[in-house]
């Protein structure tokens, strides 16, 4: 059974899931990799999503205020077992809709150009690609995205 919850950044399952998620992208990023992760801290993130199969925490993901009238996309990881599931889009669906309940008109995201099944995905759910935003301007290895909330 699949269940979907919202949390903070306090949440243990969260915290656990985001470590793999660090891990993995150490992995990815190489010598980048302490410049992307400066931007990925958790502490008093607001707005979690995590998903469970069975009561085990399988993919999570969070938005973050860039300004106000954006949210910024963070932190989006399902374990490898569980990809190909569509938990992903049923992540990011939550996250639009919490964003939009909080009067939020975007969401906005970058990923690395290391990360080819995430740039897949934002793309299969209307995101569409904008100019490097903020600490990511003139970094090649990154995409940003955005998508207008209704």
């Keep these: 059974m699949t269940e979907t919850i ?20 150490a992995e990815r990023d190489g010598d980048e990799h302490s410049f992307f992760a400066q931007f990925n801290k958790i502490d ?10 069975n009561k085990l925490p399988v993919a999570c993901g969070a938005i973050k205020e860039y300004d106000k009238n954006a949210m910024e996309i ?5 374990l490898p077992e569980y990809r190909g599931k569509g938990l992903a889009s049923v992540i990011l669906s939550e996250l639009e809709k919490w964003a939009s309940e909080l009067q939020y008109k975007r969401c ?3 990923t690395g150009i290391k990360q ?12 569409k690609l904008i100019s490097n935003y903020g600490q990511y301007q003139n970094v090649e290895n990154s995409k940003c995205f955005e998508k207008l909330l209704k």
């Design 74 to 78: 963070k932190r989006m990881f399902t």
């Design 44 to 53: 008093e993130i607001k707005h979690v999503v995590v998903v469970y199969e």
């Design 6 to 25: 919202r949390t903070n950044s306090r949440n243990n399952d969260f915290s656990k899931l985001v470590k793999l998620l660090d891990f993995d992208l």
């Design 108 to 110: 906005i995201l970058e």
């Design 116 to 127: 080819p099944e995430a740039i897949r995905l934002y793309k299969k759910n209307s995101y």
